[in-house]
């Protein structure tokens, strides 16, 4: 009762009758409790929206990623598809290796960057790395991940996978992987001569890379190191030659021929690149024809099919040892002339002593005839062809490929810049001998496809040797770049997809300058196949990319390449 008298008389002294009260605080009410029942509802069904893409997310990562673990030797590969509908974000994967040694764990975080500290690791493709969010997979596509623990075999290795919604994918063992004993394709470089290679219908070389290097068609691929370089251009070309006489060489190259060293049936016919700079003479007749060297430029002459009598004199200058003096001929062991000598002119112009030469009676069935001359025709720039030849110079039985920039000398420091001549020292004229690429010397394998519905990657074995006339070899450099690469190219694009080079830093170890030697190297590269359903050919490259614009970067190098060995990974 007194609550009523006193609501009554605050009523009464507000002025406010209880009926508008009512009218005004009911309709109040009413609008806050509609707003929090609309509220509660947007968020609950935001809530509930968010759950359900979440469990949608999870569900699609968790329903269609596959993967799928391979073992090559040391290498581990990692498949992953996502057939959809949406895309996965891996952030961990944890993987398990057997080695003959024991079990070791490695915890790969794509969040914060891979750890390469154990392994090295390379995903294919690349762009599915994302710092910060982790390996992405789109709907509909596959990323692959190779981890390579270089020479540590891997007898068994497990792995599991960890996305960004905490969905597990498990890896299942592929049911075909690289074993030991599986035949593998052999791809060599048996032709008679440099240029039939572009008669071959399993390989591509452009054929700009391959012209005659003459004056009305020099080619393109290779130009001297500087303004005061020249190129090796054309002056000669001869057929079923017949060859006397004697040159003085400062870098011979002699091998067996690719065509006779297969059948090695009748007399033994031998190629050659023979290099001679100014100042080194002799007289070497050439189907009638005498060229005088020495007095004109320097030369370089290619030949193949040659048969005949071969002697040799090679002469190295070392200060520790001494002269070092060597004779070969072919008269009583056709193999005793093969070989590959370099820097026959050091030293020998200082003692007035013309050192090493050779001595040629016999026939060509190809003589190529090339001087240094400031230009070939109008251009700057020629063909590969006075750089390169085909033969087996290791007797072995299989040719290689050998491509070559060095003409002359060496350097012993930055000061003594190599086949970049110091004018004032030699008295040279307007040239120096150095040398670079302007496009690299590529092969595309046409005739081995590899389709990248069948296979996850490819094991390629190169085997080649190096030489360079740095003496300090990356004290000489100011950068290290690739000297040789290989990589597969798509057959529909013609795009470089993935590829694996060759340093020159990486390659100095397999060589010395002073005094020259050099490995026969096997390599082992691993190329993950992109998984686009294109075909893809294996594509090799080999370049000179140092360009001698001053005392630095005038290496001159020297590649061989005797063959590619591929075996194939298929998918599960």
């Known amino acids: 009762m007194r609550r009523s008298t006193r609501r009554s008389r605050f009523l009464h002294r507000s002025g406010i009758s209880p009926a508008i009260a009512v009218a005004i605080i009911a309709p ?13 509802y947007s968020f609950t069904q935001e809530t509930a929206y968010k759950a359900s893409m979440q469990v949608a997310e999870a569900m699609a990562e968790t329903a269609p990623l596959r993967g799928t673990i391979y073992v090559a030797n040391s290498t581990v590969i990692l498949s992953v598809s996502n057939p959809g509908p949406s895309q996965a974000v891996i952030r961990y994967v944890y993987l398990a290796i057997t080695t003959a040694t024991g079990k070791n764990r490695l915890v790969l975080d794509f969040v914060n960057g891979p750890n390469s500290t154990v392994a090295t690791i390379y995903v294919q493709p690349p762009t599915a790395f994302v710092r910060g969010v982790g390996l992405a997979v789109p709907a509909g596509s596959k990323v692959a991940m190779t981890v390579d623990f270089g020479s540590v075999q891997i007898l068994n290795a497990t792995a599991t ?3 960004s919604t905490g969905a597990v994918v498990s890896f299942t063992p592929a049911t075909k992987n690289l074993e030991k004993g599986v035949p ?33 068609n020099p080619g393109q691929g290779i130009t001297g ?45 031998y190629t050659m690149l023979l290099v001679t700079t100014p100042l080194w003479g002799g007289d070497l007749s050439i189907n009638g024809t005498t060229y005088t ?14 048969t005949g009598s071969i002697k040799l004199y090679y002469v190295w ?38 050192t090493s030469r050779i001595y040629l009676d016999g026939t060509a069935q190809k003589v190529y005839v090339y001087a240094r001359m400031p230009t070939c025709g109008a251009s700057t720039q020629v063909s590969y062809t006075p750089y390169m030849i085909i033969g087996d110079f290791d007797n072995d039985g299989l040719p290689e490929i050998l491509f070559t920039t060095i003409d002359s000398l060496f350097d012993v420091n930055t000061n003594w810049v190599g086949d970049d001549i110091d004018t004032s020292q030699l008295s040279y004229t307007w040239y120096d001998l150095d040398d670079y690429s302007t496009i690299p010397f590529t092969i595309i394998f046409k005739g081995y496809p590899i389709n990248s519905n069948k296979y996850i990657a490819v094991q390629i074995a190169i085997r080649y040797y190096f030489e360079d006339d740095a003496a300090l ?3 000489e450099i100011d950068t290290d770049k690739w000297i040789l690469r290989v990589g597969l190219v798509d057959a529909q694009t ?32 691993l190329l993950l196949v992109p998984q686009t359903g294109h075909t893809y050919y294996i594509e090799l490259q080999f370049r000179d990319p140092y360009p001698a614009y001053s005392s630095y970067d005038d290496c001159d190098v020297m590649i061989g390449v005797e063959y590619l060995s591929i075996s194939l990974i298929y998918q599960s």
């Not at 394709?185 to 003459?214: E, G, K, Q």
């Open 28 to 40: 109040a009410l009413m609008i806050l409790a509609l707003a929090l029942t609309y509220y509660m």
């Open 161 to 163: 996978a960890i996305t």
């Open 293 to 306: 060297f020495g007095t004109y430029d320097a030369y370089r002459v290619v030949i193949y099919g040659y």
């Open 473 to 475: 070899d990356e004290q």
């Open 317 to 354: 200058k070392s200060p520790v040892y001494g002269w070092e003096y060597d004779y070969k001929t072919n008269a009583l062991n056709p193999a005793n002339v093969v070989g590959i000598y370099l820097y026959a002119q050091l030293y020998g112009y200082y003692y007035g002593v013309p």
């Open 184 to 216: 593998a394709t052999l791809i060599t470089f048996l032709v008679p001569s440099l240029t039939d290679l572009l008669t071959r219908s399993d390989i591509y070389v452009n054929p700009a890379l391959l012209a005659p290097a003459s004056p009305s």
């Open 494 to 525: 013609g795009q470089l997809a993935t590829f694996y080079e060759l340093s020159y830093q990486y390659l100095t170890k397999h060589e010395d300058t002073y005094p020259p030697r050099w490995d026969y190297v096997i390599d082992t590269i």
């Open 225 to 269: 190191g500087n303004s005061n370089s020249g190129v090796y251009c054309l002056v000669a070309k001869y057929t079923n030659a017949r060859i006397q006489g004697y040159m003085y060489y400062t870098a011979a190259y002699v091998g067996f021929d690719a065509a006779w060293t297969q059948l090695r049936s009748g007399p033994a016919q």
